[in-house]
């Protein structure tokens, strides 16, 4: 059974993670918004992106572009597929221990699908670093 998008999900994933902008646009005429830009007038403004972000929580390429953004420079990200309905994702990178330098993972996640196991443990590894 195909799994539903986030759309909320994916434009965090997005901004956070993919390093994408969101577009301000006008509250005033939902079926047809206006970008602020043309409509210097608007006072309450919210980010909306003007184009939907990709699925990254379940289309397995856009998931892979995730992943490979978020890679660390001297690390790797791993995605195991536990069963039918489970998958997790690792984010590990090489960093000082102890003992000199060691693997540390860097975010976990766990989800039903490979895909959001990606997006989530993207989302938790950005929050780690802000």
Known sequence: ?????????????A????????????????DFPQFCSVSPECQECAHWYADDPDPYDTD???A????????PESGWV????LGAD???CYIWDYVDGDNG???DQVAYAAAPTAPLAICLAALAATEKTE
């Open 60 to 62: 397995i390429s856009a």
């Open 78 to 81: 791993e995605v195991k597929l």
């Open 15 to 30: 901004e956070l993670v993919m390093g994408q902008k969101p577009e301000e646009r006008c509250h005033e005429n939902w």
């Open 86 to 88: 489970e998958a997790c």
């Open 1 to 13: 059974m195909p799994t539903k998008s986030d759309p909320e999900l994916n434009a965090r994933v």
């Open 101 to 103: 330098k060691q693997y």
């Open 64 to 71: 892979w572009e995730v992943m490979e953004k978020i890679r």
